[in-house]
């Protein structure tokens, strides 16, 4: 059996990335609830 999780960089960037969350309405939310919550990262790099 094969594992799950391919971890891939360029594919983890382009879905969760912060250029991706800052770019919509709905990702700035995030960011601003991560930000508000006291997160070290608010996202992936």
């Known amino acids: ?3 799950t ?3 891939k960089k360029r594919k983890r960037a382009t879905t ?3 250029l991706v ?3 919509t309405k709905s990702g700035k939310n995030v ?3 991560r930000r508000q919550k006291g997160r070290k990262l608010l996202s992936t790099v």
């Open 1 to 3: 059996m094969s594992q």
């Open 5 to 7: 999780y391919q971890p």
């Open 16 to 18: 969760h990335g912060f």
């Open 21 to 23: 969350r800052s770019g």
């Open 31 to 33: 960011l601003k609830r």
